[in-house]
Protein backbone atom coordinates (compact mmCIF):
# COMPACT_ATOMS: atom_id res chain seq x y z
CA UNK A 1 0.00 0.00 0.00
CA UNK A 2 0.91 3.59 -0.81
CA UNK A 3 0.08 6.57 1.50
CA UNK A 4 -0.12 9.95 -0.01
CA UNK A 5 -0.05 12.74 2.74
CA UNK A 6 -0.83 16.17 1.45
CA UNK A 7 0.49 19.68 3.23
CA UNK A 8 0.42 23.30 2.38
CA UNK A 9 -3.44 24.51 2.12
CA UNK A 10 -4.57 27.85 3.69
CA UNK A 11 -6.35 30.67 3.53
CA UNK A 12 -4.80 33.17 1.17
CA UNK A 13 -6.15 36.69 -0.07
CA UNK A 14 -6.32 36.96 -4.03
CA UNK A 15 -2.88 37.28 -5.55
CA UNK A 16 -1.37 35.48 -2.87
CA UNK A 17 0.63 32.48 -3.11
CA UNK A 18 0.84 28.87 -1.30
CA UNK A 19 2.79 25.93 -1.68
CA UNK A 20 1.53 22.39 -1.50
CA UNK A 21 3.33 19.33 -0.77
CA UNK A 22 2.87 15.79 -1.34
CA UNK A 23 4.80 13.13 0.33
CA UNK A 24 4.43 9.43 -0.94
CA UNK A 25 5.61 6.37 1.78
CA UNK A 26 4.96 3.18 1.74
CA UNK A 27 5.22 -0.17 -0.65
CA UNK A 28 7.00 1.72 -3.86
CA UNK A 29 9.25 0.29 -6.40
CA UNK A 30 7.80 3.28 -8.64
CA UNK A 31 5.72 6.19 -8.54
CA UNK A 32 4.70 7.65 -12.08
CA UNK A 33 2.95 10.02 -12.66
CA UNK A 34 2.25 12.27 -9.42
CA UNK A 35 -0.19 15.17 -9.89
CA UNK A 36 -2.95 17.53 -8.38
CA UNK A 37 -6.50 17.56 -8.75
CA UNK A 38 -9.22 19.57 -6.87
CA UNK A 39 -12.48 20.10 -6.43
CA UNK A 40 -14.81 23.07 -5.80
CA UNK A 41 -17.62 23.02 -4.04
CA UNK A 42 -20.33 21.59 -5.94
CA UNK A 43 -17.95 20.85 -9.10
CA UNK A 44 -16.40 17.15 -10.06
CA UNK A 45 -12.99 16.72 -8.89
CA UNK A 46 -10.83 17.89 -12.23
CA UNK A 47 -7.17 17.96 -13.42
CA UNK A 48 -4.47 20.31 -11.58
CA UNK A 49 -1.21 19.22 -13.02
CA UNK A 50 0.78 16.09 -13.06
CA UNK A 51 4.19 15.48 -13.92
CA UNK A 52 6.44 12.24 -14.66
CA UNK A 53 9.48 10.78 -13.41
CA UNK A 54 11.30 12.43 -15.93
CA UNK A 55 10.23 15.83 -15.22
CA UNK A 56 7.26 15.91 -18.18
CA UNK A 57 4.11 18.08 -17.29
CA UNK A 58 0.72 18.96 -17.68
CA UNK A 59 -1.51 21.99 -16.71
CA UNK A 60 -5.05 22.61 -16.67
CA UNK A 61 -5.63 25.57 -18.97
CA UNK A 62 -7.16 27.76 -16.10
CA UNK A 63 -3.84 27.20 -14.41
CA UNK A 64 -1.14 27.88 -16.89
CA UNK A 65 1.66 30.29 -16.02
CA UNK A 66 0.80 30.28 -12.46
CA UNK A 67 0.78 27.07 -10.96
CA UNK A 68 3.99 25.01 -11.82
CA UNK A 69 3.87 21.41 -10.63
CA UNK A 70 7.95 19.94 -9.52
CA UNK A 71 8.71 16.50 -7.87
CA UNK A 72 11.77 14.68 -5.84
CA UNK A 73 12.27 11.68 -7.02
CA UNK A 74 14.36 10.77 -4.14
CA UNK A 75 11.96 11.53 -1.70
CA UNK A 76 8.89 10.26 -3.15
CA UNK A 77 7.43 14.15 -3.16
CA UNK A 78 5.55 16.20 -5.13
CA UNK A 79 4.70 19.93 -4.91
CA UNK A 80 2.75 22.56 -6.61
CA UNK A 81 3.77 26.42 -6.76
CA UNK A 82 0.49 28.51 -7.10
CA UNK A 83 1.04 32.24 -7.62
CA UNK A 84 -1.39 34.61 -8.53
CA UNK A 85 -4.29 32.83 -6.76
CA UNK A 86 -8.24 33.49 -7.89
CA UNK A 87 -11.09 33.11 -5.78
CA UNK A 88 -12.03 30.68 -8.13
CA UNK A 89 -9.03 28.38 -7.11
CA UNK A 90 -10.68 27.99 -3.70
CA UNK A 91 -10.56 23.93 -3.78
CA UNK A 92 -9.93 20.45 -2.11
CA UNK A 93 -7.23 20.20 -3.97
CA UNK A 94 -6.13 15.71 -3.61
CA UNK A 95 -2.57 14.49 -4.39
CA UNK A 96 -2.85 11.66 -7.15
CA UNK A 97 -0.18 9.19 -7.89
CA UNK A 98 0.26 5.79 -9.51
CA UNK A 99 2.63 3.32 -7.95
CA UNK A 100 4.17 -0.52 -7.71
CA UNK A 101 5.50 -2.00 -5.40
CA UNK A 102 7.72 -4.34 -7.53
CA UNK A 103 8.97 -4.40 -10.73
CA UNK A 104 6.60 -6.88 -11.66
CA UNK A 105 3.60 -5.27 -9.92
CA UNK A 106 0.38 -4.03 -10.87
CA UNK A 107 0.31 -0.49 -11.43
CA UNK A 108 -2.67 1.17 -8.80
CA UNK A 109 -4.19 4.32 -8.54
CA UNK A 110 -3.48 5.93 -5.17
CA UNK A 111 -5.27 9.15 -3.65
CA UNK A 112 -4.54 11.64 -0.49
CA UNK A 113 -6.84 12.97 1.99
CA UNK A 114 -6.99 16.63 0.45
CA UNK A 115 -5.85 19.47 1.80
CA UNK A 116 -8.18 23.00 1.60
CA UNK A 117 -6.95 25.81 -0.42
CA UNK A 118 -9.17 29.16 0.05
CA UNK A 119 -8.64 32.60 -2.22
CA UNK A 120 -10.35 35.34 -0.58
CA UNK A 121 -11.54 38.31 -2.99
Known amino acids: QVQLVESGGGLVQAGGSLRLSCAASGSIFSINPMGWYRQAPGKQRELVATITSGGSTNYADSVKGRFTISRDNAKNTVYLQMNSLKPEDTAVYYC???????????????WGQGTRVTVSS
Open 96 to 110: NAEARATVSGLWKGY
